[in-house]
């Protein structure tokens, strides 16, 4: 039986419901074990958790919270990364087994690894929409396979799961290599920037079931700059809300995540972002019909 948080998303709005009657499952993971520069998102979940409170219920067009949300306790991220990755796992499979959507907080871009893995031993192969400043298609970086840098290598490499990348702005070589080699679909933020949404966002062979990771960093840093690494250049707000509205567009999304959030005590814009954030895609998930 799951124990909700005491620390519940959106609980000024939304009454705490049984884990079998809510819509979404926020799954808090402050993981933090590969930061490259700028440390904190240990802290992103909570910051995340506080900051909902401030939000109103409806998200500007509809009222996802409506539906119930139900936040389990935190993953525990102690061990190695094969013990805090099948945690995760086994955190996505409960909010599944409930009938909800599993909407996952982080904590580092490589535990996206962990919701990957519980998401294709539901429902077989699915593509993937990342939202991110960096590619992280990295074999390795550090020493580590296991690297926020490497998580997307993972998913192409290991998974073999299409992957989409939007609003990437910053490669190393290699990562430019493996896009060839995997058949990635890239929208970079210049192109973005330049021309506008193209008709053809994903491959007209892209699986139905899709899954969204986003990497706040994605964002532009003027909106939000408490991140590991701000990169100039990024998706405005109503930008990649429009870019994943149409992603999801006539396919059913799997979950989603929102990470690398570093919160910075006393600079709350970011957290607030990180928050609406994660309630305009359920907002978008609840829209497309994905959650009952």
């Known amino acids: 039986m799951l124990n909700e948080y005491e620390k519940r998303f959106l609980s000024s709005e939304v009454p705490s419901r049984p884990a079998d009657k809510a819509r979404f499952h926020v799954i808090p993971v402050p993981y933090e074990a590969t930061v490259s520069y700028a440390g904190g998102t240990a802290q992103g979940p909570e910051a995340i958790l506080d900051a909902s409170d401030q939000l109103e219920l409806c998200d500007g067009i509809s009222f996802p919270g409506e539906g119930g949300i139900f936040t389990q306790s935190p993953v525990d991220c102690s061990g190695t990364p094969e013990e805090v990755m099948d945690r995760i796992r086994q955190a996505v499979l409960a909010a599944l087994d409930a009938g909800a959507m599993p909407v996952v907080l982080g904590g580092e871009h490589s535990l996206t690894y962990g919701e990957m893995v519980a998401l294709k031993e539901r429902f077989g192969t699915f593509g993937v929409i990342q939202f991110d400043a960096h590619a992280d298609l990295r074999d390795s970086y550090e020493g580590s396979k296991w ?146």
């Not at 290699?174 to 966002?201: F, M, Q």
């Not at 840093?221 to 405005?236: F, H, N, W």
């Open 147 to 292: 690297s926020h840098a490497s998580v997307m290598r993972r998913a192409v490499k290991d998974l073999g799961l299409p992957l989409v990348q939007l609003g990437n702005r910053i490669f190393c070589r290699e990562e430019l290599d493996a896009r060839k080699e995997h058949k990635v679909t890239s929208w970079d933020a210049p192109y973005l920037c330049r021309n506008g949404i193209p008709e053809n966002l994903l491959p007209e062979n892209f699986p139905e079931n899709i899954f969204i990771t986003f990497d706040v960093d994605g964002l532009d840093p003027s909106i939000m700059p408490e991140t590991g690494t701000p990169v100039p250049g990024g998706l405005g707000w109503y930008q990649a809300l429009e870019l994943a509205s149409r992603a999801v567009q006539g396919r059913r999304l799997l979950g989603f995540d929102v990470v690398e959030l570093a919160p910075r005590e006393g600079h709350i814009v970011s957290d607030f972002t990180a928050a609406s954030l994660t309630y305009a895609l359920m907002g978008i998930a609840e829209r497309n019909g994905d959650v009952n």
